[in-house]
């Protein structure tokens, strides 16, 4: 048999044209536009047949008869025994007129060709959009029953289908698809659309939450997914089966209906990300006014919370219109069609993994960003606090390696001097590394430093305000200490808003900047005996959510990594440290690498996070927590000013330590 098929390089297309191969004798003859010439080489290896069984005809989907050239037409008259027709927009944020141009005007142009060659059927392949919004249950046999067709993908692809229903002469068959996954054997796809647009989120909550802590989901409407190897098989096969099928309509569907909350639950299993155990019915949304809904677009700061939200999830600005999908699908002609031949649609429980897998290893947006350090800091000037040891070191030799233009301060000039050594013996002698000795705590000084790296280095592109003081000590053992507050203030606060404050005009100047002040876990859990440093990291982390709402239209950003404990000198003094789980300066250093990559609005650690949860919902719990390991554990040497006798711990305080250890943040 001979076969003529349009979208033959697409997702669908190109495995039912392997398929159309498979059968002996076949020839594919299919469209193929001016200037897709170098996808050939590919397709033919995928098809794993040569020109002579798979041959390209030169033409375009928007012209008249596809714009296939007179003699090839007249070649092609009276050879073609089935024309499969799949070339259309799938993308739900495509613009009217091209949808319109090649989903309706391309089927038109498809149908005269079909005439013009005398082909034996044609073999329309819809969508189950071209039900519309339709409420209840939609069956084969229906059609102009489809309602809410607002949307332009399912406008046209009902228009679409008409022309095959009322303008085809010659024998047709429908088929309407449900929204097309991977391959169910093997996760393999092409492209990224339906479930696939939620993906991003699930793995959001994967690294926000672990596994077995509870979330709340959408339960949504109806949704209904099949494998795009099932699709293929049913085609195939009906389309060649002897039974009659001239004029009929196949839905190739999932018999089992989902709902939208179901499909996440188990895509989120499939990533081993949280399950939803609770849902949120979404036609609640229903029930705000229409009018209400576009007054509050019509509200620029609306606008840019929704469209901002939208992108950070990586959703197509239309997607939450179908949450709500209204639609089931009756397919009982093409169960009794596919009767006997073996080919059903396997269960989603049974392959969404495999869809996962595939898509986090081959169609993750993130994977085709540079998301390297390089690619991000690299011949930028970046300025590191603190940077003469511990985190601050660390981190200056990672952006030094990087290429950038690393700047670091701190108060102790041959401190400075034996860091900038360290850094070009990691990153290179050519490495452009500058020190500055400065007490940013100093107002004078502080201002001098700034002014100096305006004149040299034209400011800065990056800030990593990590120089910080910290002080463990109980506020009963402070009450003569009032200047341990002042002295944490001076440094973590307002040296800090001195240095930022001193930049920030130049990065507006130039409408690039980014800001990452390193904060602490305590800010989250409250952590006794932390008072001082807490209060004061807290402080800056007040003025940073400010500060970024300011400067949010202005390419200005901030990050605070809430920093858990760290083995530099600074914890050095408190002996108990010893025994609980904390990061090297390395793996601080790789926070603060992310923190300039990808500038989320805060980095916390999931140990952080209950913290913060638990505050926040329980809060008296939290208190009682707190306080036990207040109590458990006793004020270092240091804050005690006593050096001849060590703490000792009790019993509980030891089997606490020992939990810890086992603790990963």
């Not at 607002?150 to 008409?162: L, W």
């Not at 993750?364 to 985190?391: C, M």
């Not at 990056?462 to 200047?483: K, P, Q, T, V, W």
């Not at 996070?609 to 927590?625: D, N, T």
């Given at each position: 048999m001979?076969?003529?098929v349009?979208?033959a390089?697409?997702?669908?297309?190109?495995r039912?044209?392997?398929?159309?191969?498979?059968?002996?004798?076949?020839?594919?003859?299919?469209?193929?536009?001016?200037?897709s010439?170098?996808?050939?080489?590919?397709l033919?290896?995928?098809?794993?047949?040569?020109?002579?069984?798979?041959?390209p005809?030169a033409g375009?989907?928007?012209?008249?008869?596809?714009?296939v050239?007179?003699?090839?037409?007249?070649?092609?008259?009276g050879?073609?025994d089935?024309?499969?027709?799949?070339?259309?927009?799938y993308?739900?944020?495509?613009d009217e007129?091209?949808?319109?141009?090649?989903?309706?005007?391309?089927t038109?142009?498809?149908v005269?060709?079909?005439?013009?060659?005398?082909a034996?059927?044609?073999?329309?392949?819809?969508s189950?959009?071209?039900a519309g919004?339709?409420?209840?249950?939609f069956?084969?046999?229906?059609?102009?029953?489809?309602?809410?067709?607002?949307?332009?993908?399912?406008?046209?692809?009902?228009?679409?289908?008409?022309?095959?229903?009322?303008?085809?002469?010659?024998?047709w068959?429908?088929?309407r698809?449900?929204?097309?996954?991977?391959?169910?054997?093997?996760?393999?796809a092409?492209?990224?659309?339906?479930?696939y647009?939620?993906?991003?989120?699930?793995?959001?909550?994967?690294q926000?939450?672990?596994?077995?802590?509870?979330?709340?989901?959408?339960e949504?409407?109806r949704?209904?997914i099949?494998p795009?190897?099932?699709?293929?098989a049913?085609?195939?096969?009906?389309?060649?089966?002897?039974?009659?099928?001239?004029?009929?309509?196949?839905h190739?569907?999932?018999p089992v209906?989902y709902?939208v909350?179901d499909?996440?639950?188990?895509?989120?299993?499939?990533a081993?990300a949280?399950?939803m155990n609770?849902?949120?019915n979404?036609?609640?949304?229903g029930?705000?006014p229409k009018?209400?809904?576009?007054?509050?677009m019509a509200?620029?700061?609306?606008?840019?919370?929704?469209?901002?939200v939208?992108?950070d999830l990586?959703?197509?600005?239309?997607?939450l219109t179908f949450?709500n999908y209204?639609?089931r699908?009756?397919?009982?002609?093409?169960?009794k069609?596919?009767?006997g031949?073996?080919?059903?649609?396997?269960?989603?429980?049974?392959?969404?993994?495999?869809?996962?897998?595939?898509?986090?290893?081959?169609?993750?947006p993130?994977l085709?960003?540079?998301?390297?350090?390089r690619?991000?800091v690299?011949g930028?000037?970046?300025l590191?606090?603190?940077?003469?040891?511990?985190?601050g070191?660390?981190?200056?030799?990672?952006?030094?390696?990087a290429g950038?233009?690393?700047i670091?301060?701190?108060?102790?000039a041959?401190k400075?001097?034996?860091?900038?050594?360290?850094?070009?013996?990691?990153?290179?002698?050519?490495?452009?590394?500058?020190?500055?000795?400065?007490?940013?705590?100093?107002e004078?000084?502080?201002?001098?430093?700034?002014?100096?790296?305006?004149?040299?280095?034209?400011?800065?592109?990056?800030?990593?305000?990590?120089?910080?003081?910290?002080?463990r000590?109980?506020?009963?053992?402070s009450?003569?200490r009032?200047?341990?507050?002042?002295r944490?203030?001076?440094?973590?606060?307002f040296?800090?808003?001195?240095?930022?404050?001193?930049?920030?005009?130049?990065?507006?100047?130039?409408?690039?900047g980014?800001?990452?002040n390193?904060?602490?876990i305590?800010?989250?859990?409250?952590?006794?005996?932390?008072?001082?440093?807490v209060?004061?990291?807290a402080?800056?982390?007040?003025?940073?959510?400010?500060?970024?709402?300011?400067?949010?239209?202005?390419?200005?950003t901030?990050?605070t990594?809430n920093?858990?404990l760290?083995?530099?000198p600074?914890?050095?003094?408190?002996?108990?440290?010893n025994?609980?789980?904390t990061?090297?300066?390395?793996?601080?250093?790789?926070?603060?690498?992310?923190a300039?990559?990808y500038?989320?609005?805060?980095?916390?650690?999931?140990?952080?996070?209950?913290?913060q949860v638990?505050h926040?919902?329980?809060?008296r719990v939290?208190q009682?927590?707190?306080?036990?390991?207040?109590?458990?554990?006793p004020d270092?040497e240091?804050?005690?000013?006593d050096?001849?006798d060590?703490?000792k711990?009790?019993?509980?305080?030891m089997a606490?330590q020992?939990?810890?250890?086992?603790?990963?943040?």
């Amino acid at each position: 048999m001979q076969y003529f098929v349009t979208g033959a390089t697409g997702f669908i297309g190109k495995r039912l044209v392997k398929a159309l191969l498979a059968r002996r004798g076949s020839t594919v003859h299919f469209l193929m536009r001016p200037g897709s010439e170098d996808k050939l080489a590919q397709l033919y290896k995928f098809w794993g047949v040569s020109r002579t069984r798979a041959i390209p005809v030169a033409g375009d989907l928007t012209a008249r008869k596809l714009g296939v050239a007179s003699d090839e037409l007249k070649a092609l008259k009276g050879q073609i025994d089935a024309v499969y027709h799949l070339a259309a927009v799938y993308d739900l944020e495509a613009d009217e007129e091209s949808q319109v141009r090649v989903n309706v005007e391309g089927t038109r142009n498809l149908v005269e060709f079909a005439r013009a060659v005398d082909a034996g059927h044609v073999h329309h392949v819809s969508s189950i959009a071209a039900a519309g919004l339709y409420e209840g249950v939609f069956r084969e046999d229906m059609f102009d029953e489809a309602e809410g067709l607002d949307h332009p993908y399912f406008m046209t692809k009902h228009e679409s289908e008409k022309i095959v229903r009322k303008e085809c002469k010659v024998p047709w068959t429908v088929y309407r698809p449900a929204m097309v996954v991977g391959d169910s054997t093997t996760g393999e796809a092409d492209k990224i659309d339906g479930p696939y647009y939620f993906f991003k989120l699930i793995q959001r909550m994967r690294q926000l939450l672990p596994p077995w802590m509870p979330a709340v989901g959408l339960e949504g409407g109806r949704v209904n997914i099949v494998p795009v190897d099932f699709v293929v098989a049913a085609l195939d096969h009906i389309s060649h089966s002897k039974a009659d099928h001239a004029g009929k309509c196949y839905h190739l569907v999932d018999p089992v209906g989902y709902r939208v909350g179901d499909v996440l639950d188990i895509f989120s299993k499939a990533a081993h990300a949280p399950k939803m155990n609770l849902f949120v019915n979404a036609a609640l949304l229903g029930f705000i006014p229409k009018s209400v809904k576009k007054g509050l677009m019509a509200l620029a700061p609306v606008r840019r919370v929704y469209h901002a939200v939208m992108k950070d999830l990586g959703l197509p600005e239309d997607m939450l219109t179908f949450v709500n999908y209204p639609t089931r699908f009756d397919c009982r002609d093409t169960l009794k069609a596919l009767e006997g031949s073996g080919i059903a649609c396997p269960r989603l429980d049974d392959y969404a993994w495999r869809v996962w897998d595939y898509w986090e290893r081959h169609l993750d947006p993130d994977l085709f960003i540079d998301r390297s350090l390089r690619g991000t800091v690299g011949g930028k000037v970046v300025l590191v606090t603190g940077g003469s040891s511990g985190i601050g070191l660390a981190a200056a030799k990672k952006f030094a390696e990087a290429g950038a233009v690393t700047i670091i301060c701190a108060r102790d000039a041959d401190k400075l001097a034996d860091a900038v050594k360290e850094i070009r013996d990691v990153a290179g002698k050519d490495a452009q590394v500058h020190s500055y000795s400065v007490d940013i705590a100093d107002e004078a000084g502080c201002a001098a430093f700034v002014r100096a790296l305006t004149e040299a280095h034209g400011g800065v592109d990056f800030l990593i305000n990590n120089a910080g003081r910290s002080i463990r000590r109980a506020i009963e053992s402070s009450y003569d200490r009032f200047h341990d507050y002042e002295r944490t203030m001076s440094l973590n606060y307002f040296g800090c808003l001195r240095v930022t404050m001193g930049l920030l005009p130049g990065m507006v100047a130039k409408r690039r900047g980014h800001v990452v002040n390193i904060s602490s876990i305590g800010v989250l859990t409250n952590a006794p005996r932390f008072s001082a440093y807490v209060a004061s990291k807290a402080a800056l982390d007040a003025w940073t959510r400010c500060a970024s709402s300011e400067f949010a239209d202005q390419g200005i950003t901030f990050t605070t990594i809430n920093m858990p404990l760290v083995r530099t000198p600074m914890i050095a003094p408190t002996k108990i440290y010893n025994n609980v789980p904390t990061l090297s300066p390395e793996e601080a250093a790789d926070m603060i690498a992310q923190a300039c990559v990808y500038k989320p609005v805060r980095i916390a650690t999931r140990l952080g996070i209950l913290g913060q949860v638990l505050h926040a919902f329980a809060p008296r719990v939290a208190q009682i927590v707190m306080n036990t390991s207040f109590r458990m554990f006793p004020d270092s040497e240091a804050a005690r000013g006593d050096k001849s006798d060590r703490p000792k711990l009790s019993a509980e305080a030891m089997a606490l330590q020992q939990m810890m250890r086992g603790i990963h943040f």
